[in-house]
């Protein structure tokens, strides 16, 4: 079901036309990215990706009665998000975004690292488009988004360095794992939900209790991916099983599994983090140490805490019935209940 409705499609419709300003190829790559056309730059039917983050935007700015002069906003919001993906898939070296090769795959990383700065500087510019809203508010808006740009980008600082810092060292705790979470990725969520009421004039409790929806959202969907990564099934997820535990990606669960376990095993887990390329067997063994210490649970109660402080938020909003039943409807599908209930 499409709870975002047809929101999404204002923002392609504004975002190819953004795309095409020039026959350079680099635009093409863009455009490829979106899902606007193909390798070849010709077009395809039907744009790919979700634009759960316009289509979030527009929906609340709706009920306020500014949808058109939310547009711009939303626009920026979906061209920043993905220029992050685009540098995402460099770093990470993955070879496919929404089942198709990444740009840097097609077009080699100098190009995918030039089109993902290019994509920076046109989510700057969407915000430029006039709007017949006062210019204070446009201006207070421009700020408060540049700010939350700023904190993904802080965000993903504090991935790489988590990334790349063993096991066994004292700095990776849950306090660590779960803020660079908060700022890489439900900072953009809370920027999301802030812009209509922002743009509206509402009062700072009513933007507070957006920005706080958005921003629980963001961290609970974020705990169910990873939730996602280690156990869900591969015929739902697309992915192998497990398969953030192969990546040695440090996420809550063995965070969480090295902070209570004894220290024999402790040990062995961090060896195995570590150490060398993991398999089936080790993969296994890591497993155990999850079930020991509980770490799925674990993980499942703090995705938990995070979804019912979303739903808490809804009720504090100022919107019309419909909305916030529809913003509890979100929230349930992208933290489906089945996961939250499972310990």
């Known amino acids: 079901m499409n709870l975002i409705g047809t929101y999404g499609a204002r923002i392609d419709a504004r975002a190819e036309k953004l795309f095409t300003q020039s026959d350079y190829p680099l635009y093409g790559m863009m455009r490829y990215f979106m899902g606007y056309v193909d390798e070849h730059f010709n077009p395809v039917s ?9 289509g979030l935007i527009l929906l609340i700015a709706d009920s306020y009665g500014i949808l058109e002069e939310a547009i711009p906003a ?13 540098h995402d898939d460099v770093v990470d ?6 089942g198709r090769p990444t740009v840097w795959k097609l077009w080699g990383v100098d190009h995918a690292i030039n089109t993902g700065d290019a994509q920076l500087i046109l989510a700057f510019r969407a915000l430029e488009e006039p709007t017949l809203l006062p210019a204070e508010r446009i201006a207070t808006l421009r700020t408060h988004l540049l700010s939350r740009y700023s904190e993904v980008s802080e965000g993903q600082y504090l991935d790489f360095t988590l990334a790349t810092t063993k096991l066994d060292d004292p700095s990776v705790t849950e306090r660590a794992y779960l803020t660079m979470t908060e700022k890489k990725t439900a900072k953009l969520i809370r920027a999301t939900t802030e812009v209509a009421p ?6 700072e409790e009513e933007i507070e209790a957006l920005g706080d929806f958005g921003e629980n959202l963001g961290m609970a969907y974020q705990l169910y991916d ?7 099934a591969p015929e739902k997820t697309g992915k192998k099983r497990a398969g953030d535990i192969y990546e040695k990606k440090k996420t809550l669960p063995v965070i969480h599994a090295r902070e209570h376990l004894a220290p024999a095993d402790r040990q062995r887990l961090e ?3 570590d150490g060398e390329v993991l398999n089936e067997d080790t993969v296994t063994e890591v497993l155990e140490f999850f079930a020991k210490t509980e770490a799925q649970n ?10 019912s402080n979303a739903l808490g938020a809804i009720a504090r909003m100022n919107l019309p019935e419909q909305t916030r039943a529809l913003l509890e409807r979100i929230t349930h599908a992208f933290v489906p209940d089945i996961v939250i209930e499972s310990r």
């Open 298 to 307: 674990a993980l499942i109660g703090c995705a938990a805490r995070y979804k």
């Open 46 to 54: 039907k744009p790919v990706g979700k634009r759960i983050r316009p």
């Open 226 to 232: 990873d939730w996602q990564g280690i156990w869900g």
């Open 93 to 98: 070296h993955d070879e496919l975004r929404r």
């Open 271 to 273: 060896d195995l983090y």
């Open 74 to 86: 939303a626009l920026s919001v979906e061209i920043f998000h993905n220029f992050t993906l685009i």
């Open 198 to 203: 922002i743009l509206a004039g509402r009062s």
